[in-house]
């Protein structure tokens, strides 16, 4: 894990996810594409000027974020913490449970900074390709929605069911289905473009409702595995 350090004083950093980083200095840092991530900021004073910092995960990955915490904690030893927030999906949008992430990453912050988070929340306007975004500036911290923006780690999947209620992701590039829809996908076909990409989940739909039927290959259901050991013994 690395920390981005930068010395901007005009201008916004942008921190995707996965990235982290901290700005001495008057500009702004956000994050884009806010669909289900957690993003955790802070502003501080070192005596000289005023500084920022900032971060950007999924749920699930919050450990990362932890570890990322704890080299900001580092990098600015002796320092002051002024405040911190704590970006988070408006709780009626969420993708899954994301709250235990939640309560893990305030109160982990709490003990390692020595203040509790303002909690921002932000939306997402799925039908029109709109997603969250976080700023925090040496004076303000607030949350906007933003048109999607290409990701190179991330890809736009395909959504189908086996069963008419399960919503599954597929790729569009080589056809693979995964039970893992919320945010891994277990494996592509051959030397697929979007191996180690994440699927993009802006236009999730809320059900299964009218999507098409697909087939698991090599997936973890049980009937399906059920029934390949039938034909195996015809």
Do not use: W
């Amino acid at each position: 894990m690395d920390i981005r350090i930068t010395y901007e004083d005009t201008g916004t950093v942008e921190i995707a996810q996965g990235e982290a980083g901290i700005n001495y200095g008057t500009a702004s840092m956000s994050t884009y594409n806010l669909l289900n991530c957690i993003a955790f900021g802070g502003r501080f004073d070192d005596g000289l000027r005023n500084g920022i910092f900032l971060t950007h995960e999924l749920p699930e990955d919050v450990e990362i974020l932890q570890g990322n915490l704890l080299l900001i904690r580092e990098a600015l030893r002796g320092i002051t913490i002024t405040d911190t927030v704590l970006f988070r999906i408006a709780p009626s949008q969420a993708i899954g449970d994301i709250e235990p992430y939640i309560k893990v990453l305030s109160a982990f912050s709490s003990d390692l900074f020595g203040v509790d988070p303002t909690i921002r929340i932000y939306e997402c306007k799925r039908n029109a390709m709109r997603c969250g975004e976080a700023s925090i500036t040496p004076r303000s911290m607030t949350t906007s929605i933003t048109s999607l923006r290409p990701d190179k780690a991330s890809f736009i999947p395909l959504y189908c069911t086996d069963n008419g209620r399960d919503i599954l992701i597929k790729c569009p590039e080589c056809g693979s289905v995964s039970t893992k829809f919320i945010h891994s996908f277990a494996s592509h076909r051959g030397a697929c473009d979007n191996n180690g990409k994440k699927p993009n989940l802006m236009s999730l739909p809320s059900s299964a409702e009218g999507l098409p039927m697909c087939r698991v290959r090599g997936g973890t259901r049980k009937k399906s595995l059920r029934r390949s050991r039938r034909r195996r013994h015809i």
